[in-house]
């Protein structure tokens, strides 16, 4: 039985390592590329779910964090740091641990879920929670890891969006070809990056530095449409945002790292990157639990919520193969399962230990 090696040994060919690389990772990716039936009869498209909540510290950052783990340790760091809203903290911590590196994560005070927090706590990161928001943050995390003897695990290292572009990798390998569309959701704007390089890398004759020149995978490549929050979503004003807010704390920025490069992905794809509000969020994120049987966080389900958007205005057009990255798990940040639509608190039935009042209470006698 084939038991998955980790995104760096099943893609080693088309990434920058070599033979001798020493290796950090805990198995991620090769996550699952699910079909999501309901949103697939509402579009009349073919729609799967890219689950990156199932990654070992359920969410995407893995990915890349095994790549900047990986360069940390070759360049002989003693000691790594990040900013971050939570997930990439959570992965950092963990990559960390196993390379037996410190890890510095510096966190907007107050605004991440606590899932992620005791995910870096548990892994032994030295955490800080910053008087400011991940603008601020990563601000910081720069000017040391540029002052002080400390490498750098953000996005802006450009390790972390080669870790990242196997995403797009695996979906093609699973669906044979690019998808037409390409949604997610869109915060420090790396993923976006990372994923339209992937399938740019795969839809070319790739000159490989370890095993020649390979083939073209893809015949073709997808469009992309990225989601901000609508009140996080600099990249859709134009400008940056000084106070960015939204209940999906995870993209809750409002000067992306990766600016230029999302700009780029959008137009050289023929997409667009838009707004959802915190609203439409929760009601795809409700869509996916309730219709489709994946818990995500709410960051997550942005591009969901842009899918259902675009819908309603008539403007995805029906039989199109659609690929929507959700990005982390739901138990990250589970609060929001346990709210009704009209914000009231879900009230779990009580009942005696007693079959008939089991049975009375599931509508059964
Ligand atoms: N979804 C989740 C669950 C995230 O944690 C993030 C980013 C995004 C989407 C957006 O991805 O930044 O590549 O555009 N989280 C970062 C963090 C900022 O610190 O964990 P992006």
Redesign the pocket.
Known sequence: AHQWRGVIREYADRLPVTEQTRVITLGEGGTPLVPAPALSELTGCEVYLKVEGMNPTG?F?DRGMTMAMTAAVASGAKAVVC???????ASAAAYATQAGLTCAVLVPDGKIAMGKLSQAIAHGAELLQVDGN?DNCLEVARKLSENYPVFLVN?VNPARIEGQKTGAFEVVDALGDAPDYHLL????????TAYWKGYKEYAAPYASPTAGELPAVATRLPVMWGFQAAGSAPLVAGHPITEPDTIAT??R?GN?ASWEQAIAARDESGGLIDAVTDEEILEAHRWLSAREGVFV?P??AAGVAGLIKYHARGEVPAGKRIVITV??HGLKDPQWALRNADGSDVAPTKVEFDVVAVAAALGLA
């Open positions: 969410s950052k900013a971050s809203t939570g997930n990439t903290s991940f996005s959701p869109v915060g420090n704007a790396g993923n976006i995870a993209i920025i992306p966080e960051a997550s990005t982390g």
